[in-house]
T-cell receptor, first 113, second 114 residues
Framework: EDKVVQSPLSLVVHEGDTVTLNCSYEVTNFRSLLWYKQEKKAPTFLFMLTSSGIEKKSGRLSSILDKKELFSILNITATQTGDSAVYLCAVEATPGSARQLTFGSGTQLTVLP | KAGVTQTPRYLIKTRGQQVTLSCSPISGHRSVSWYQQTPGQGLQFLFEYFSETQRNKGNFPGRFSGRQFSNSRSEMNVSTLELGDSALYLC?????????????FGPGTRLTVT
């Protein structure tokens, strides 16, 4: 059974801190790993990673994938209160021609002023 | 470009009833996936449709079904509702092309079963 584990489950930091969120996975037919940010509503897409060692960056957020060790990290530098959210990691597997995302339980990030 | 839309946004039903939820994907997106999100289980995959065909199904009972129309709009149906079906139901669409597999989520339908 495909499995995605995120750590820590929750994190409380102060504005300006840097945080690293972890995601490890065990899936068959791996295609990609995705990061989402979920505030009060639906998850919003952050990154999709398919290749090891290539960092994806968007402003203060960056992410990298290690396909040998089966994990990814999401870094947020100079955190702001608006970064408070649940960060979800999902792994896409492709059984046959179909697509399926398996989500981790998320990391609840709280950024205090 | 308009995002993924879902209707209704909120729904209250009683046990034993059935419900139909609707999802309109982003224009041009041909793949629609459905997820159930609950506090205890997190986000769980229900099924994926592509070109009106169900390509994959998660581990849910047969009471959960869906379909996709020729314009890529999708519906999911839950029959004989149970209290445990109370959840946020999310649909996500994607281009489903090798260069662009990221999924974009709709706002969800919050279903409460009493």
């Amino acid at each position: 059974e495909d499995k995605v584990v995120q750590s820590p489950l929750s994190l409380v930091v102060h504005e300006g801190d840097t945080v690293t969120l972890n995601c490890s996975y065990e899936v068959t037919n791996f295609r990609s790993l995705l990061w989402y940010k979920q505030e009060k509503k639906a998850p919003t897409f952050l990154f999709m990673l398919t290749s090891s060692g290539i960092e994806k960056k968007s402003g203060r957020l960056s992410s990298i994938l290690d396909k040998k060790e089966l994990f990814s990290i999401l870094n947020i530098t100079a955190t702001q209160t608006g970064d408070s959210a649940v960060y979800l990691c999902a792994v896409e597997a492709t059984p046959g021609s179909a697509r399926q995302l398996t989500f981790g339980s998320g990391t609840q990030l709280t950024v205090l002023p | 470009k308009a995002g993924v839309t879902q209707t209704p946004r909120y729904l209250i039903k009683t046990r034993g009833q059935q419900v139909t939820l609707s999802c309109s994907p982003i224009s041009g997106h041909r793949s629609v996936s459905w997820y159930q999100q609950t506090p205890g289980q997190g986000l769980q995959f229900l099924f994926e449709y592509f070109s009106e065909t169900q390509r994959n199904k998660g581990n849910f009972p047969g009471r959960f079904s869906g379909r996709q129309f020729s314009n890529s709009r999708s519906e999911m149906n839950v029959s004989t509702l149970e209290l445990g079906d109370s959840a946020l139901y999310l649909c996500a669409s994607s281009l489903a092309q090798p260069s662009s597999y990221e999924q974009y989520f709709g706002p969800g339908t919050r279903l409460t079963v009493t």
